[in-house]
């Protein structure tokens, strides 16, 4: 049965199966079951075809009543309280959605099924950005807890009068599952012993991220075909070689999910890159294969460039285990981490400067606007490109073939009347031609040597801005415990002490998020100065041979 959907994400097309889709788009779907996360249906432009199920969500009827439901719940859903919560590109397949290539039913034999990597009950929920919070309810005994009121009557008579600060009644809101709220709070349980810590510092600029003391880069390369189970599986595995231990591992695109979903799970103020998009069909085509090896490589230089991300332990046991009974281990010590999310905050040592949080407030609007105009910018530039591209590979091709065509019917019509045929035109003319034709080629071909490579960086590009909105929503709902607080403790309802813990729990926030702003910039700057200079350089090289053909073909003409 058909359903109606709202696009969440824009997705372009790129083969003739899949139809594009906007953000805020209304869709139907023809099956509410996806096939390897996609979902086939009708844009409102009346075209049908595939569309990533992630980038989607199904608008759900209540049961009760003749109204839709102004909760919209995501693709693949199982009808309970987590088909609230959105849905973020390239996350996990949901359950029961089997991929032949990137399933998660067995780790080649590095894992055994009973390894769960999230807990289904009530104590998790998903954050920002697909990030998971887990509640206080762990029984390590290096947590201590902050004792909490049994109701809201006892927390307005109880003398720590800060629980009275208003919790944000929308659970499904990032600042709540994210745990940010509650680390402002002061309801994140302090850990006795920390063992892991990220250091941010004060730079010309302002907060940035300390860098990795051991800094080091890593290939993607080889991707190559493998099948197990008498090939009835097959899949294709890259050989990942990371610069300080210059010894290779292999991977697979599964492994850099599950590596994706860690640092999701982890790192709430960071932006992590969207992985490579799965595809529905073509998986083992070459032109596919090569492109998502590139964005691979492109993923994998943000997540090394990373101070942060760079030195996650998890990170590193992707790049350096080969071993199959230690991955086994470390992948489920990486799973049971909980310094994340909330807690991840606590690993944070701040500068001891200090900031007017109304300084910092500004400075992060101006990120925000800043990050909308280039979101969109990129967008309208990968737009122009992909028609380029779509250019090159058909309507330049063709033009110049006709043009070639047309050339050599002149030279063949010249070649009909033997006593005024001149050998040394026609030929003249009928290379003419030919050259036309090799242009119309080398325009085909050219796209692989510059606009796809640019198309791989806006891609990684859109996705790190995606990640941006909810990360700013984590400090503005910070900003505002900080108001409320500060206003109950001018009215004598709270403790001047316990407002000054909530400030300064917001100024850790403050910093993470400003820390992840300047390297975004950092790296912004890099990126496309490489990415604007590999272009021209391979555009100038290109007309360059186009000139060389056609003078060439030129000189010809100069013998007769």
């Known amino acids: ?24 788009e209304e869709l139907v779907i023809f099956d509410e079951n996806s096939v390897d996360g996609w979902f086939q249906g009708e844009n409102s432009r009346g075209e049908r075809g595939l569309f990533p199920a992630s980038y989607v969500e199904i608008i759900r009827t209540r049961s009760n009543s003749n109204v839709t439901d102004c909760s919209i719940s995501p693709a693949g859903s199982l009808g309970n309280d987590s088909s609230y919560f959105p849905s973020t590109p390239n996350t996990s397949l949901s359950m029961g959605q089997i991929d032949d290539e990137d399933d998660y039913d067995d780790w080649d034999d590095w894992d ?50 800060g629980s009275m600060v208003g919790r944000n009644l929308n659970r499904f809101s990032s600042f709540v599952r994210s745990g940010v709220e509650a680390f402002v709070l002061g309801d994140v349980p302090m850990m006795a012993k920390i063992a892991e810590s990220y250091t941010i510092e004060m730079g010309p600029l302002g907060p940035r991220w300390m860098e990795n003391p051991q800094p080091f880069v890593c290939s993607v390369e080889d991707p190559t075909k493998q099948t197990k189970f008498k090939g009835i599986k097959t899949y294709i595995s890259y050989r990942v070689t990371p610069s300080h231990t210059g010894s290779p591992v292999y991977r697979r695109y599964k492994h850099f999910d599950w590596l994706y979903n860690r640092l999701l799970h982890k790192f709430t103020v960071i932006s992590v890159p969207h992985l490579p998009e799965k595809q529905a069909t073509g998986r083992f085509e070459e032109d596919f294969i090569e492109k998502r ?53 606590l690993t944070l040592q701040i500068p001891n400067e200090h900031q007017d949080l109304q300084d910092v407030e500004e400075r992060v609007d101006n990120f925000k606007a800043f990050a909308k105009k280039m979101d969109d910018s990129v967008m309208q ?72 490579h640019m198309l791989d960086k806006l891609s ?82 290109f007309y360059q041979r186009v000139v060389q053909q056609l003078e060439r073909t030129l000189r010809m003409y100069d013998c007769l």
């Open 1 to 24: 049965m058909s359903v109606k959907a709202k696009a969440i994400y824009t997705f372009l097309s790129e083969n003739k199966e899949e139809i594009s889709i906007q953000e805020n």
């Open 112 to 161: 055994d099924r009973s390894t769960v990597v999230e807990d289904a009950d009530n104590t998790r929920s998903p954050g920002a950005n697909g990030h998971i919070y887990q509640s206080p309810l762990s029984n390590n005994p290096n947590v201590h807890y902050r004792p909490k009121q049994i109701s809201r009557q006892d927390s307005i008579s109880s003398s720590r009068k």
């Open 293 to 345: 090896k590139r964005r691979l490589i492109l993923w994998m230089n943000h997540m090394t460039s990373h101070p942060v991300l760079s030195q996650y332990e998890g990170f590193e046991h992707f790049l350096m285990c080969g071993d199959d009974k230690q991955w086994k281990l470390g992948k489920r010590r990486a799973e049971k981490d909980e310094m994340v999310g909330a807690h991840f905050m």
């Open 381 to 452: 530039l990968t737009h122009v490109a992909s028609e380029l591209v779509r250019k090159h590979l058909g309507g330049f091709r063709k033009e110049f073939q006709r043009l070639g065509n047309s050339f050599q019917s002149i030279s063949q019509a010249f070649m009909l009347d033997p006593p005024h045929r001149s050998d040394t035109l026609n030929n003249a003319i009928s290379h003419t031609g030919r050259t036309y034709e090799n242009i119309g080629e080398m325009f085909a071909e050219q796209p692989k040597y510059d606009l796809f």
């Open 460 to 541: 990684l590009y859109q996705g790190l801005l995606a990640n941006f909105p909810d990360i700013i929503h984590l400090q503005k709902g910070a900003f505002a415990k900080v108001k409320e607080s500060q206003r109950m403790s001018d009215e004598g309802k709270m403790d001047q002490d316990e407002a000054d813990g909530i400030r300064k729990r917001c100024r850790t926030v403050g910093f993470a998020l400003q820390a992840e702003m300047s390297h975004f910039h950092q790296r912004r700057e890099v990126d496309f100065k490489d990415m604007m200079q590999a272009y021209l350089r391979e555009q100038i090289a």
